[in-house]
């Protein structure tokens, strides 16, 4: 069964780093294009960054340009998301999952950005 887990939220004041990681298991990673997603208390999931089954190209919001970086290893069958200069509007819980094809949800990780 596919699983996706999700790791290193945290707390964080605004301008600081956290390195977000998306372990897969049971899909065709290397596959698939990967994107990072995220949740903000009272708004719907959004979409942050995305990430080519390569590796070779990626997008980002506009709200996040800039800021974060999305990156993958396929041998580790994981997902990366570097993100810098956190603003207190970057307070969510961030999900990863395909691009396209979609699996389970998995459980986040939970983002907090104090000013």
């Known amino acids: 069964q596919a699983q996706l887990v999700e790791s290193g939220g945290g707390l964080v004041h605004t301008g600081g780093s956290l390195r977000l990681s998306c372990a897969a298991s049971?899909?065709?990673?290397?596959?698939?294009?990967m994107a990072w997603y995220r949740q903000a208390p009272g708004k719907e999931r959004e979409l942050v960054a995305t990430i080519t089954s390569s590796g070779g190209t990626t997008n980002y919001a506009d709200s996040v340009s800039g800021r974060f970086t999305i990156s993958r290893d396929n041998a580790k069958n994981t997902v990366y998301l570097q993100m810098n200069s956190l603003k207190t509007e970057d307070t969510a819980v961030y999900y990863c999952?395909?691009?396209?094809?979609?699996?389970?949800w998995g459980q986040g990780t939970q983002v907090i950005v104090s000013s």
């Open positions: 049971a899909i065709s990673f290397s596959r698939n294009d």
């Open positions: 999952n395909g691009r396209w094809s979609k699996w389970k």
